[in-house]
């Protein structure tokens, strides 16, 4: 119908959360140590939750967040957000791979001149990746 055609449909979201993911490479300084080590980013599961409609062509402010990773995956947080009231919330886990291994997440991070250490992963990535584990099993 031409009300739901007004809409941002459902796969923009992801389209504008790779987007993102892509910008945030290339500002943290990730992309060039990806494409010097010929690493295949690789999103391994997503999960989007829709709050408010966004109308095409609607102005709208994302954010995107590095919220933390483990041995082998990197979780991201994308906030989809319109006059400061949320209106989706996107969480990625993407991983790196080289001829077909997976490259720590750590290793990626040093070479591109970060030392630290990965803050404790939020609740809501914890649970998520419980319940990955069980779609795995």
């Known amino acids: 119908t031409e009300a739901e055609g007004s809409l941002l449909n459902n796969a923009r979201y992801f389209t504008f959360t ?44 994302m ?9 082998k995956w990197y ?11 949320l209106m989706a919330q996107a969480y990625v886990k993407v991983c790196g791979l080289k001829n077909g291994h997976t490259i720590l997440p750590e290793e990626v991070l040093s070479k591109a ?9 939020p609740a809501v990535i914890q649970k998520w990746q419980e319940a990955d584990a069980l779609l795995t099993t």
């Not at 690493?39 to 709050?51: A, E, F, H, N, T």
């Not at 995107?64 to 990773?69: F, K, Q």
């Not at 979780?75 to 400061?84: A, I, K, M, Q, T």
């Open 18 to 61: 790779e987007v993102a993911r892509m910008d945030l490479m290339l500002r943290s300084g990730i992309a060039k140590i990806v494409l010097q080590e010929k690493i295949l980013p690789l999103v391994g599961s997503q999960m989007i939750r829709y709050i408010k409609p966004i109308k095409r062509f609607q102005k709208f402010q």
């Open 63 to 71: 954010t995107t967040r590095l919220c933390g990773w483990d041995s």
């Open 75 to 85: 979780y991201l947080e994308h906030r989809f957000e319109r006059n400061g009231k």
């Open 113 to 121: 001149g970060f030392k630290i250490s990965s803050p404790a992963l």
